[in-house]
């Protein structure tokens, strides 16, 4: 029953995205931002699914589990404080700007060198990113399928790949939708099937009013503000994000948008966390790893397993879409430089009607070798929180103050942004690789073995590092004469128009 019931919920998103890929018609702006027509609904929803991942739902309810309220509920919380703050100070004026990708901005406010850095950094976040989800999904697969687990990585790749090649924003909006009606009725599903046979129960020490772990080391306080800080803030940058945004048809549907967004990506994570916490006394307080697929497993009947996982593989796919259709627009326009009017610099691309838009063509073609990528570290890292986690913590650190000053600071040119990319960068990784854990998690990626840095040391690191980029670029900034400031060949547009627009 449960293979039929996932399987059948994936065939129909494929079919959903290949339904709609004829939209479209061969033009590279309506691959990429769906032509700027989508209403809230869509725009809403594509938000809510690149927020609702496998880890908002796997990770959140381990760490909830394990560790009380807020080490879980931190995930959704911190991505829909991302979406409320992307809704107040940046989506309006990123969607008046009309651009294809977010590095477009870059380039516009700081030039070349710094359109490529900042692309070359979001592809190796998303590669993480990327690669994290299908770790969870192959899991799945192996756990409750009886798919090797290499075999359920491929499948979802298979997937998720052919109808983001084919329809792109399209494919991604409408299927964002049908993938958050299936999380949405699954999640609705568990908590009222926790709430009625088993009672919604909270562990002493470990609610959301138990503010200890907000405020005492001990208790986790570090990891836990880490967490809502990478995801609030780091996450604004989000090259998925931002494509929805601006794909939406005026600013102030986008702007909406993330509010809804942010509201949805609430409603679904908040009850997972108050399902993780009632676990601790259905399946007992040594339930380890993977705590859902335990409740599912022993507890729940086979058609409420089914839905739930039908979701969870949902989520898996709507922000690997995601995360595939960014990642190629930025590779071929940002870093390959293909524009729509580059014809005759790519081989013809008979595939779904690609057509002579030769932009459309490079983003297809730059969508494999970076899904490659992905599925060989899913193989070779069979990690979700490490490389979740790191993908976050890089783009707060080198990413989000060139961005968020710079849209909004006169001050601060290419060499501030510099600054900004190689300090945060740099101090993020190098405390990544002294520090023995990672959220909590044993760091087993990337870690040199030291008696200066401990396991307490654990969450700082996300702050030291994203001080170390602002400091850089404000000082830069300020030590620079104002004419070195800006270097765009055209500005931002200021909030007034963007409001106007």
Not at 98 to 118: H, S, V
Request: with cysteine; proline share 4%; glycine share 10%.
């Amino acid at each position: 029953m449960i293979l039929l019931g996932v399987g059948l919920s994936i065939v129909v998103v494929l079919l959903i995205g290949l339904a709609v890929a004829r939209k479209v018609d061969g033009d590279s702006g309506r691959y990429l931002v769906a032509g700027r027509t989508l209403g809230l609904p869509l725009v809403a929803a594509g938000l809510m699914a690149q927020a609702v991942d496998s880890n908002a739902t796997l990770g959140n309810t381990d760490l909830t589990y394990g560790f009380g309220f807020w080490a879980g509920a931190g995930l959704p919380i911190g991505l829909a404080l991302c979406l409320l703050l992307t809704g107040v100070f940046f989506a309006a004026r990123m969607n008046a700007a009309r651009l294809l990708t977010l590095p477009d901005w870059y380039a516009r406010r700081y030039g070349r060198t710094i359109e490529l850095a900042a692309s070359i950094a979001m592809i190796g976040a998303y590669v993480l990113l990327l690669a994290g989800n299908l770790v969870a999904g192959g899991f799945l697969f192996e756990h409750f399928l009886g798919i090797d687990y290499a075999v359920g990585v491929l499948l979802i790749v298979a997937v998720v790949l052919t109808y983001t090649v084919a329809g792109g924003m399209f494919s991604d909006s409408y299927t964002a939708a049908a993938q958050m009606v299936i999380t949405i009725a699954g999640t609705a599903c568990l908590f009222t099937w926790v709430a009625l046979t088993h009672g919604i129960t909270v562990p002493e020490g470990m609610g959301a009013l138990d503010l200890g772990q907000l405020t005492d080391p001990a208790q986790g306080a570090a990891v836990n503000w880490a967490t809502l800080i990478a995801l609030g803030v780091g996450d604004i940058v989000a090259i998925d994000f931002m494509q929805r945004i601006f794909s939406a048809k005026s600013p102030r549907t986008a702007r909406n948008a993330c509010f809804a967004g942010a509201a949805g990506t609430l409603m679904i994570g908040i009850p997972f966390s108050y399902v993780a916490l009632s676990a601790v006394d259905i399946v007992g307080p040594d339930a380890g790893a993977a705590v859902l697929f335990t409740l599912l497993e022993d507890h729940a009947p086979a058609w409420l397993a089914t839905m739930v996982l039908a979701a969870i593989v949902a989520a898996s796919c709507s922000t690997a879409n995601g995360a595939i259709l960014g990642t190629g627009a930025v590779a071929a326009r940002n870093i390959a430089g293909i524009r729509e009017t580059d014809a005759g610099r790519l081989p013809e691309l008979r595939i779904f009607g690609a057509g002579k838009d030769p932009l459309l063509r490079a983003s297809r073609i730059a969508m494999f070798p970076i899904v490659g990528l992905a599925v060989l570290v899913a193989l070779r890292v069979p990690q979700t929180g490490i490389l979740l986690t790191l993908a976050f913590d890089l783009m707060l650190a080198g990413l989000v103050v060139p961005f968020a000053l710079g849209l909004w600071w006169k001050r601060g040119g290419a060499a501030a942004a510099a600054a900004a990319i190689a300090a945060g960068f740099t101090v993020r990784l190098a405390l990544f690789a002294l520090t023995p854990t990672v959220y909590g998690t044993p760091n087993d990626l990337l870690y040199f073995d030291n008696d200066v840095i401990t396991a307490a040391f654990d969450g700082w690191p996300t702050f030291i590092a994203f001080a170390a980029g602002t400091l850089a670029y404000v000082a830069v900034a300020l030590a620079r004469p104002a004419k070195a400031h800006r270097t765009a060949a055209a500005p931002v547009p200021e909030p007034a128009t963007a409001a106007a627009a």
